[in-house]
């Protein structure tokens, strides 16, 4: 990164912001925490970034070290933008500073919520209980179109996210993304119902998904 933008300070969270701390960079970041996508997933999910600022942001974290570009073998034939290791250790602090922030309401302008950053709600904040039964669901968040189907796979560990749906899920649950996140926390679908949702299969998988979702309180 240019030494004119950098903060020209030693300590670790001056160099952290020098590498991640340009606009778009920490958003990028979280696009890309459950997996690997083309330039034109990130601008999907982040409708309010320039492509030429999102251009350099992608550069300018592979330079760092923080992303790599890789070709996807046939048939998808197609590049994409992935995490190194390294910056896969960025998302306890992407998922710190979103639960921080939870304490500032949003404004009338925050309301675009990216399909990845619902599903990494779930992935951070879902509460097992012991020992309880695995389940694997189809969740299609209807406003997203096709970047907004997942797998999510719910143990007695936690719950796992995955682009890709399991081919014979418990249940499977569509949605917007709205109604999902309203639903976080209940006990009761009849929220999700009133919203239009449709399931499919075993409505308890879907409530223990909804429910097992605590958002920290602001």
């Known amino acids: 990164m240019p030494i004119q933008r950098g903060y020209r300070q030693a300590c670790g ?3 952290g912001l020098d590498i991640v701390g340009e606009r778009w960079s920490l958003l990028v970041v979280r696009e890309l925490l459950l997996g690997p996508k083309r330039f034109t997933d990130l601008q999907q999910a982040l409708p309010h970034a320039s492509p030429n600022a999102l251009s350099d942001r992608l ?4 330079d760092a070290g923080v992303l790599r570009r890789r070709q996807l073998p046939p048939p998808g034939n ?8 390294w910056g896969r250790g960025l998302e306890p602090i992407v998922v710190a500073l979103g639960t921080w922030a939870l304490a500032a309401p949003p404004t009338a302008e925050q309301r675009f ?4 950053s619902a599903m990494l709600s779930i992935r951070s904040f879902y509460v097992p209980t ?3 039964p695995s389940v694997a669901l189809r969740i299609e968040l209807r406003d997203h179109g096709p970047a907004g189907v997942f797998g999510v796979h ?3 560990a936690g719950a796992d996210i995955a682009h890709e749906p399991p081919e014979q ?3 499977a649950l569509a949605t917007t993304t709205d109604a999902l996140l309203t639903a976080f ?3 009761d679908l009849a929220g999700l119902a009133a919203a239009g949702a449709a399931i499919i299969g075993d409505p308890e998988a879907v409530r223990r998904l909804v429910a097992g979702v605590r958002i920290p309180a602001a």
């Open 130 to 132: 012991p020992q309880q």
């Open 169 to 171: 899920p418990d249940a």
């Open 59 to 62: 550069r300018e974290l592979t």
């Open 185 to 187: 926390g209940s006990d």
């Open 78 to 85: 197609t590049r994409v933008y992935e995490l190194t290791t």
């Open 13 to 15: 969270v001056a160099r």
């Open 154 to 156: 719910l143990t007695s």
């Open 113 to 116: 919520v990216s399909a990845d």
